[in-house]
């Protein structure tokens, strides 16, 4: 059973920089496409980033483009969000997922992905 398992969610300040973290255990981390995806309180859950699983392939949604990095290390079956410059509105619950198989352009949809963690929560003040 593949079990997905997110990490690093917490209360900081606007302005700072988190690195959240997803390890990914029974199943075979280096064939799933990853991603992350973050939800607020009475909104949808929204894309964030995805990367391939090679890591070659990167995509970022436009709101976090110019300030976030995602990265893999298949060795330790891990995938990571870098967020910097933080705002209020970056506040929400940060979910981990991944997919046995997706093509390219199905990376922003929530239900092209088989494994979900249960999220961790990152909030912002001002």
């Known amino acids: 059973q593949v079990q997905v398992v997110e990490s690093g969610g917490r209360l900081v300040q606007a302005g700072d920089s988190l690195t959240l973290s997803c390890v990914v255990s029974g199943g075979t981390f280096s064939l799933y496409a990853m991603g992350w995806f973050r939800q607020a309180p009475g909104k949808e859950r929204d894309f964030v980033s995805a990367?391939?699983?090679?890591?070659?392939?990167?995509i970022y949604a436009d709101s976090v483009k110019d300030r976030s990095t995602i990265s893999r290390d298949n060795a330790k079956n891990t995938a990571t969000l870098q967020l910097n410059s933080l705002r209020v509105d970056d506040t929400a619950v940060y979910y981990c997922a991944a997919a046995e198989f997706i093509v390219y352009g199905a990376w922003r949809t929530p239900g092209s992905y088989d494994y979900w963690g249960q999220g961790t929560q990152v909030t912002v003040s001002s």
């Open positions: 990367i391939s699983f090679t890591g070659e392939q990167r």
